[in-house]
């Protein structure tokens, strides 16, 4: 049953949206609730996911589901050497009828773009998402094209050391707003997989439990979570220290402290919360700021981890 909402959603009728966007994500990714609550934390805070691990593990399966919970336009775009921007961004085609360029949009015009394997496309390709993901338009022979609202791009990439894949330009990692890893099932969740995947495709049980209107009201009470100002503080702070780090060649950009705060709002959303506690704001550091950061020469040879980097700061910000 599609949940609707064309008026306001109150905070607790948004909870219970949330919670069937869950379920049904649940129902195909078994055995990892954090990392779908993470999804959905990126889903409500208007952010685009980076869904980053080895092959077989799910990342596509993760993108999809959530796709497919809510009743919207949606595209894949499979990511190969030779794909060009034109097939991202879309082309404008001569017309001989009536002597005009016609414009023809390309896979990323949809609510939800799903980009798989972005990493395997050349950087010039992958630049071709940056305008998009930022200011929610496209910009093809010098006329703009707004997108469709809600617009999120959900994304997935093997680790760059596997052959065949070239590193995210860092502005483009910069402009997701999380970046996760989803991990090998427990025993128990794969032989519940085993099981699963020999009934049908799990995906072929998901249907839609909400639809872009409300997907809409939904980030509308999100924006709306009230963070005070020495959470505000806080997150600045937090943001702040990385730039200090000596373990870190780059820190985070204050795109990432807007990033964080949005979030933090997601996140107190999930918990049943109206106000932000400094307790979201930690929990979310790790993936809101490690894919931002540029390790230290020192961080490389001791093997240092941007997640463990990250923590290690974060302990010493004093909390509001």
């Given at each position: 049953m599609t949940i609707t909402q064309d008026a306001a959603l109150r905070p607790d009728e948004a909870r219970d949206?949330?919670?069937?966007?869950?379920?049904?994500?649940e129902g195909v990714i078994s055995g990892k609730p954090g990392a779908v609550r993470l999804a959905l934390?990126?889903?409500l805070a208007e952010g685009h996911?980076?869904?980053?691990?080895?092959p077989g593990v799910g990342k596509t399966m993760l993108a999809k589901s959530l796709a497919r919970s809510i009743d919207c336009s949606m595209n894949r775009i499979?990511?190969?050497?030779?794909?060009?921007?034109?097939?991202?961004?879309?082309?404008?085609?001569?017309?001989?009828s009536s002597n005009t360029f016609e414009f023809r949009p390309g896979a990323v015009f949809a609510n939800i773009v799903l980009g798989d394997e972005i990493n395997r496309a050349s950087p010039k390709t992958q630049s071709a998402l940056l305008e998009a993901m930022e200011?929610?338009?496209?910009?093809?022979?010098?006329?703009?094209?707004?997108?469709p609202q809600p617009f999120m791009v959900i994304a997935t990439q093997n680790p760059v050391e596997m052959e065949g894949t070239y590193p995210l330009p860092e502005a483009q990692r910069d402009r997701f707003l999380l970046q996760i890893q989803i991990g090998y099932p427990d025993r128990?969740?794969?032989?519940?997989m085993l099981d699963s995947h020999d009934a049908a495709d799990p995906l072929d049980s998901v249907s839609s439990v909400t639809d872009a209107s409300t997907l809409r009201s939904l980030r509308h009470v999100t924006r709306g979570i009230f963070a005070s100002p020495a959470v505000k503080q806080y997150v600045v702070d937090v943001v702040g220290a990385t730039r200090r780090e000596p373990m870190l060649r780059l820190g985070a950009s204050p795109r990432a402290s807007v990033h964080l705060l949005q979030a933090a709002r997601a996140q107190a959303l999930l918990s049943g919360r109206d106000h932000v506690l400094p307790d979201d704001v930690q929990q979310l550091c790790g993936p809101v700021l490690s894919h931002r950061v540029?390790?230290?020469?020192?961080?490389?040879?001791?093997?240092?981890?941007p997640a463990a980097i990250i923590a290690d700061v974060v302990t010493h910000v004093p909390v509001p």
């Open positions: 949206v949330v919670a069937a966007i869950s379920r049904s994500v934390v990126a889903l996911l980076l869904i980053e691990d080895v499979q990511f190969t050497p030779d794909l060009l921007p034109s097939d991202v961004t879309g082309v404008s085609v001569f017309d001989r200011e929610q338009q496209v910009t093809v022979d010098g006329q703009t094209y707004a997108l128990a969740a794969e032989v519940a540029l390790l230290s020469p020192e961080a490389h040879l001791n093997h240092r981890a």
